[in-house]
């Protein structure tokens, strides 16, 4: 808004705040054709950020929206409420993950209201959680700089313009640079679950190309590898897409087994976030000893026979 124009019409609320923060009007970001989220209002009137400069996208499970922090530009992932979302907070990704005491697992056992507020704030701040932990753990994701009142705030990743990075569908290859940019997205997805993290919905859809590379997005259904049952299949469907996709552009990568050798090394204990890796797997199949395995039955019965004999022989005494 150009300085200098009239405050009417946009609001005693935030002609309120820019008088508090001693603004002009339009620093606070403020449009009359634009609505501000409601749950973007706490991070302005904390001083979180200073500005709402524009919507970046709209998901299936969340709002994004640059916004200016001094002088940096980052984004803000407004989380839409559950019933809003079309990905759901399916079993199988929540499976196993941790409540902060009893009465909040019972809550959402039961599906209480407290319970379904738990569990919205648990599928929020798990997002968050896998950040800061694939962060650490070396995985090119957006840096994450903090989570207040439901709202992520983080880096905005650019191109080599400055601009939003587009999402890595949007995004055309040559056969070498496609086999380069898998190559590194495998590396981030062993890096992840050396970690102990599946992303569980990976695919060309949640990878921006940045400046300096793919940067992996959307988290808040990344599951525990080591907690859910469901985990393997997930991660092979997460690598089957990098496949499909990058196979478009080289069809050689179509032939591929990462996956399999993957979750073969981290069965083993043996995956590390630089465990050289081949692309093929074999699967070796030994035959079953029956003999051992009836022999190993018949060893239970007849320990729980004696058990059961001597509880007999000690009651009757």
Not at 119 to 127: C, G, R, Y
Not at 203 to 218: C, Q
Request: aromatic share 6%; proline share 4%.
């Amino acid at each position: 808004m150009r300085k200098g124009r009239s405050p009417e019409g946009i609001g005693a609320r935030h002609a309120l705040l820019a008088c508090l923060l001693k603004m002009p009007f339009g620093a606070t970001g403020y449009h009359p054709a634009m609505k501000i989220p409601p749950r973007l209002m706490p991070l302005l009137e904390d001083g979180l950020i200073d500005s709402v400069v524009r919507q970046l996208m709209s998901g299936k499970e969340a709002m994004v929206f640059v916004v200016r922090c001094g002088e940096h530009t980052r984004c803000a992932k407004v989380y839409k409420e559950a019933q809003q979302r079309s990905f759901r907070q399916a079993v199988d990704y929540t499976e196993n993950r941790k409540t902060k005491n009893s009465r909040q697992a019972r809550a959402m056992a039961k599906g209480t209201r407290f319970g379904r507020e738990s569990q919205e704030a648990a599928w929020q701040s798990a997002e968050v959680d896998a950040l800061y932990r694939l962060a650490a753990a070396g995985v090119r994701v957006p840096e994450p700089i903090g989570f207040h009142e439901g709202v992520l705030l983080m880096e905005l990743v650019t191109d080599a313009d400055g601009d939003a990075a587009p999402r890595l569908n949007d995004v055309m290859f040559e056969a070498d640079a496609a086999r380069e940019h898998h190559a590194f997205l495998i590396r981030q997805v062993v890096r992840m679950l050396a970690a102990g993290v599946v992303h569980g919905d990976l695919s060309e859809y949640n990878i921006l190309m940045g400046a300096d590379g793919p940067v992996v997005i959307d988290l808040p259904q990344a599951v525990d590898a080591a907690g859910n049952n469901h985990a393997q299949s997930m991660l092979d469907r997460d690598v089957t897409n990098l496949k499909n996709f990058f196979g478009q552009f080289a069809p050689d990568l179509l032939e591929t087994q990462f996956s399999r050798e993957i979750w073969a090394l981290f069965e083993r204990g043996a995956l590390t976030a630089d465990a050289p890796l081949t692309g093929r797997f074999e699967q070796v199949d030994k035959p079953v000893d029956l003999d051992a395995v009836k022999r190993e039955i018949d060893d239970t019965l007849a320990e729980e026979a004696a058990r059961r004999l001597r509880m007999v022989q000690s009651r009757s005494q």
